[in-house]
């Protein structure tokens, strides 16, 4: 205590906050009851890197699992207004998939004599082929959701721009088509999945956490990609217009995989027509992080009321993360905008939702305005209808998304642990 130092937390130094009213927007939610979303599609993952033994504390696998949850948003309002809740009812109204997927991810080789990022390399190559998004009438692979998002809804790309991962090869763009290729320069083999560079945060001694967390997140991506293109194909003047697709945290890729943000904004942007009206909705919903510490002492300090949108422009940016450049916040890595939503049961809502046009930021501060969001009035009056209670400010769609993709604690990384060593071939004779 005696070298006690005082620290800037925006979130605790509000002040004067009377600057903030001309970014409120008061009772932005007033969806007509014609055009209200009647289902959500919520999207969630969930990881567990677990050492595999105590002799070996090297040597880690890694799990990890994502979950799409259909909402009957019709159907659960129903139940609200009946004295009693029918469970058959409420279990009809919801419907789950799951896409499990892990790897060892330090310490084990897919082979000898190859380092640990080329065994990433092979790793996620044999992934993407291997497993599978399987729902309803959907049964395509995480490769051709790759190649589906590099190019335009139905037209898959048919080949990736890959960079050599080789330190001394110069070879750059290399046209990676769905078999690979060798690289030109070197001879390297290229896999299409080098186009998202997780393996440039692989490192040798480390448990190599946060590749595996990139990983989920394109995963989670491309879950979203593949359904929403199934209700484009298959019905896209009704489920599609009516759905809203929901992703756990913001509409944003981070690290390495961070141009995947420009591929997502365009291939949602191009599912726009007359046929879809205003779909495709889509909103991420973050439950931490500083906008979110922000939005709660807005809330506690009575700044927001119920049923307020406040726009997050540059000089809300600016105050929440201390920044004297504001102009730059996410043009690298989101792919839709925030907002902070105060609903109407008092519930403050910090979400990312997609422009109709152009990029939600850019080096000249973006599109801060809600008119460049039509989808927004439908959104909001989701949110204000899915109240959930199982975590603070939650939502039901993703609370059900949750609760499906998380492994569960204690119990569960033992049972993965003992997993993590048959499929090392690290079994009982070695304990």
Not at 159 to 187: H, I, M, Q
Not at 258 to 265: E, F, H, I, P, T
Not at 360 to 388: K, W
């Amino acid at each position: 205590m005696a070298e006690k130092s005082d620290f800037y937390v925006p979130a605790e130094h509000l002040s004067d906050t009377s600057w903030l009213e001309s970014k409120i927007t008061h009772d932005a939610a007033q969806a007509e009851s014609g055009s209200r979303i009647t289902s959500a599609i919520a999207v969630d993952g969930s990881l567990m890197v677990v050492p595999v033994r105590d002799g070996l504390p090297s040597v880690r696998y890694g799990y990890a699992q994502s979950a799409a949850v259909w909402l009957d948003i019709t159907a659960m309002e129903q139940q609200k207004q009946e004295r009693f809740v029918d469970p058959v009812a409420l279990g009809k109204a919801v419907n789950s998939a799951l896409i499990s997927y892990d790897l060892p991810v330090a310490g084990a080789y897919v082979r000898q004599g190859v380092s640990i990022r080329d065994s990433w390399r092979e790793s996620l190559d044999s992934l993407f082929r291997t497993k599978k998004i399987e729902v309803n009438r959907m049964n395509q692979s995480l490769m051709s959701l790759l190649f589906l998002l590099y190019g335009q809804p139905g037209k898959p790309a048919t080949s990736l721009d890959v960079n050599c991962p080789e330190p001394t090869c110069g070879e750059r763009d290399v046209a990676v088509s769905d078999p690979g290729t060798d690289c030109p320069g070197c001879k390297t083999r290229l896999f299409p999945t080098d186009a998202l560079r997780i393996y440039e945060e692989v490192v040798e001694d480390g448990s190599n956490e946060s590749p595996l967390g990139r990983l989920m997140q394109v995963v989670e991506l491309l879950v979203v990609v593949g359904l929403a293109t199934l209700l484009w194909e298959q019905s896209r003047g009704q489920l599609f217009r009516n759905t809203l697709f929901i992703m756990d945290g913001p509409m944003a890729v981070y690290g390495p995989p961070a141009k995947l943000r420009s591929r997502a904004l365009n291939y949602f942007q191009s599912m726009c027509g007359e046929s879809a009206g205003l779909a495709p909705f889509i909103c991420g919903i973050e439950k931490t992080g500083t906008v979110v510490d922000y939005a709660s002492t807005l809330a506690r300090h009575n700044v927001l009321a119920a049923g307020d949108l406040m726009t997050v422009d540059s000089d809300v940016i600016a105050a929440i993360t201390n920044s004297d450049n504001p102009v730059a916040y996410g043009a690298e890595t989101y792919w839709g905008r925030k907002f902070i939503y105060r609903s109407t049961d008092g519930r403050t809502v910090v979400f990312t939702v997609l422009p109709r046009k152009g990029p939600p930021y850019d080096d000249r501060g973006g599109q801060a305005h809600p008119s460049g969001y039509p989808t927004l009035p439908a959104i909001l009056d989701v949110i204000d209808r899915t109240g959930s209670s199982m975590y603070r400010n939650g939502i039901v769609p993703v609370s059900l998304a949750h609760s499906q993709a998380a492994y569960p604690i204690g119990v569960g990384t033992d049972v993965l642990r003992l997993a993590a060593r048959q499929k090392l071939g690290l079994g009982p004779s070695g304990i």
